[in-house]
C-alpha cells in the first residue's frame, strides 16, 4: 500500500516557477515507477510526466516542452516536478500518483496506468 501527499502547489505570475513534492509512504515507494497527472477545470485528466524506480528514466508529456523536470528522492520517499515558464494554460489541479511496476507503461485508460493516488494540489497561473 502506498498513501501520496502533495504540498507546492499556489498561485504564480505567468513565467514563473513552482516546485511540487508529494511524499509518499509505505515501503514499497522506492520499487514503483510514479507519476503527476493534472486536471484542469472542465477538461479530462492529462499525463504530464512519469519517472521510474530508480529516476533513470522519465517521461514527459509533450506540452511540457523542456520547462519541467520530475524528480524522486529515494530516500526521502519524496518525488518532485519543478515548473518553469509556466502559463496560464498550465492550471490545474495536480496529483501524485504511483504504479504497480518499476517502469512506465501507459495503459492507454483514463488512469494513465496509475494505481495509487494522492488528494491532488492546486496550481494556478495568472496571465
Known amino acids: 500500500q502506498v498513501q501520496l501527499v502533495e504540498s507546492g502547489g499556489g498561485l504564480v505570475q505567468a513565467g514563473g516557477s513552482l516546485r511540487l513534492s508529494c511524499a509518499a509512504s509505505g515501503r514499497t515507494f522506492s520499487r514503483y515507477a510514479m507519476g503527476w497527472i493534472r486536471q484542469a477545470p472542465g477538461k479530462e485528466r492529462e499525463f504530464v510526466a512519469a519517472?521510474?524506480?530508480?529516476?533513470?528514466?522519465?517521461y514527459y508529456a509533450d506540452f511540457v516542452e523542456g520547462r519541467f523536470t520530475i524528480s524522486r528522492d529515494n530516500a526521502k520517499n519524496t518525488l518532485y516536478l519543478q515548473m518553469n515558464s509556466l502559463k496560464p494554460e498550465d492550471t490545474a489541479v495536480y496529483y501524485c500518483a504511483a504504479t504497480q511496476a518499476p517502469y512506465y507503461s501507459n495503459s492507454g485508460g483514463p488512469d494513465y496506468g496509475m494505481h495509487y493516488w494522492g488528494q491532488g494540489t492546486q496550481v494556478t497561473v495568472s496571465s
Open positions: 519517472i521510474s524506480w530508480t529516476g533513470g528514466s522519465t
